[in-house]
């Protein structure tokens, strides 16, 4: 009895050291990963025209991952190059709020964006994007931006993607009110008749 006690206590222990053994060696497996993840910089573009944006945001929705997507928002070195160098100083922290804040709201716009598709049995592989619209303005800061309308169809289905673009030292990111619109979203819309 006081055998099978030992051997058994020999196999326990045997058994809960593989398993550390195991898990500390699956940890290190994941650091090296998420290292080598952060160790790629993130693609930045250079879209000199709002069309340009607009037809690589359109593509970045049909790769269906939203990593592809969020590329075309301003990344924290774009946004740091078009602050003074005197704000800066001042007040360094001021670019990584800005940075999050753009990067979080057009983020979460883009998860209800997906969720809205998704209820509506929209895949973006199998739409078409009929054509561009933008209208460009500038703010009280002299900043140029335009509302960019991505007019898209699924077989008899239209429908719109809407956000905000915002011009940065010569170049075109997208900066917020990403959205799905359907016609029949407008308060105002009426349905075609059917002629018989």
């Known amino acids: 009895n006081q055998c099978q006690y030992s051997c058994k206590s020999v196999i326990m222990r045997a058994l809960f050291l593989s398993f550390v053994f195991l898990l500390s060696v699956s940890q290190i497996a994941i650091a090296q990963d998420t290292e080598e993840k952060d160790s790629i910089p993130p693609k930045e573009w250079h879209f000199s025209s709002v069309v340009d944006l607009a037809d690589t945001a359109w593509w970045a929705l049909q790769k269906n991952t939203n990593t592809e997507f969020l590329t075309l928002v301003p990344s924290l070195k774009i946004i740091k190059a ?15 709020l800005k940075y999050n804040y753009i990067s979080y709201k057009v983020s979460k716009q883009l998860k209800l964006l997906r969720k809205k598709a998704t209820r509506n049995k929209l895949k973006f592989k199998t739409c078409e994007l009929e054509k561009v619209n933008y209208k460009e303005g500038k703010d009280e800061k002299n900043n140029t ?35 799905l619109e359907f016609p029949e979203d407008d308060p105002y819309y009426k349905a075609p008749i059917k002629r018989k």
């Open 82 to 96: 078009t602050f003074d160098s005197l704000e800066i100083k001042n007040n360094p922290q001021v670019i990584k």
């Open 145 to 179: 931006f335009a509302y960019v309308h991505l007019e898209c169809r699924k077989s008899k289905k239209t429908f719109r993607i809407k956000f905000v673009a915002l011009q940065l030292n010569g170049y075109w990111y997208i900066v917020d009110e990403l959205t």
